[in-house]
């Protein structure tokens, strides 16, 4: 029993590589992620809407042409 615990001790040493890591770059991805998201959405809404309305698209067609399908 020990032996378990020894070997359970050591593999605790090193728990900030093992498990904060990979939560880390995890949340670092979905936030970049969210942020260029919302650049693109930005840059659609402000360029490229008035364009489409001025070529005589409706603003329904706009919107289900250009949204987000990881968000929906």
Known sequence: MTRILDVARMHTIAWLGQLAWPWGI????????????????????????????GMGVTRRTFYLATRCRSCS
Do not use: D, E, T
Request: charged residues 0%; proline residues 4%.
């Open 26 to 53: 995890m949340a670092l991805s979905l936030g970049v992620n969210y942020i260029v998201c919302a650049i693109v959405a930005a840059a659609s809404i402000s360029q490229v809407f008035p364009f489409a309305l």
